[in-house]
């Protein structure tokens, strides 16, 4: 496809149950970024993948979440037992890799922790 | 610390009117400023960027200029039509990795 995408694009669960989140981004792009935006307010980084490079997890809230990358594709976001405050909308975005490239972003998957 | 402020929302306005919305960051270094827009229903896309100070960003009939002596990357448009009605986010990047720091985001409302 054209953009970033994500699936699934709404996710409903129970508390203590664990979810993935998928991201496929633009073929070509090195940099794969995850971002979660709660109700109201602005975007969190969570994690960053660059190329072959060790990740930057510096974002990620405890260590229930968790990410995955396969070379320089699809992505994966895993939360363990999730908690209520974990509902949010969580965005991927992929970019060429460069310092000033833009990011671009998915449409987002809606996480709903009943 | 390193982050974004921005205006809060909404900002409700008459088409035609001017749109100011401000951006300030604190930082290390030289980063990079961003607007990003959020239009009902989609995805956020890049509005416009500036990569030093004195740069400026423009798109759409919006400009922001990098003001590094007073750390404000604000938004401006000098006629807004309904169509510019959206959620807007300022954001800096970091030398490293460029991972961005978003601001809250502003609600804008174009009314005809």
């Known amino acids: 496809g054209a953009g970033v995408s994500q699936s699934p694009s709404n996710k409903v669960t129970e508390k203590g149950k664990d979810v993935e989140l998928r991201c496929d981004p633009i073929?070509?792009?090195?940099?794969l970024y995850w971002y979660r935006q709660r109700l109201g307010q602005g975007l969190e980084f969570l994690i960053y993948?660059?190329?072959?490079?060790?990740?930057?997890k510096s974002g990620l809230p405890s260590d229930r979440f968790s990410a995955e990358r396969t070379g320089e594709s699809v992505s994966t976001l895993t939360i363990q037992r999730t908690q209520q405050e974990d509902s949010a909308v969580y965005l991927c975005?992929?970019?060429?890799?460069?310092?000033?490239?833009?990011?671009?972003f998915g449409p987002g998957t809606r996480l709903t922790v009943t | 610390g390193n982050s974004v402020t921005q205006m809060e929302g909404p900002v409700t306005l008459s088409e035609e009117a001017f749109l100011t919305i401000n951006c300030t960051y604190t930082?290390?270094?030289?980063?990079?400023l961003f607007w990003y827009v959020q239009y009902p229903g989609e995805g956020l896309q890049l509005l416009l960027k500036?990569?030093?100070?004195?740069d400026k960003g423009s798109n759409k009939g919006f400009e922001a200029t990098y003001r590094k002596e007073t750390t404000s990357f604000h938004l401006e448009k000098g006629s807004v039509q309904v169509s510019d009605s959206a959620v807007y986010f300022c954001?800096?990047?970091?030398?490293?990795?460029?991972?961005?720091?978003f601001g809250g985001g502003t609600r804008v409302l174009v009314k005809p």
């Open positions: 975005a992929s970019s060429l890799g460069g310092r000033y490239d833009e990011q671009y």
């Open positions: 073929s070509g792009h090195t940099a």
């Open positions: 930082a290390t270094g030289y980063p990079s």
């Open positions: 954001a800096r990047g970091k030398a490293a990795g460029n991972k961005l720091t």
């Open positions: 500036a990569t030093k100070a004195d």
């Open positions: 993948f660059q190329g072959n490079s060790a990740p930057d």
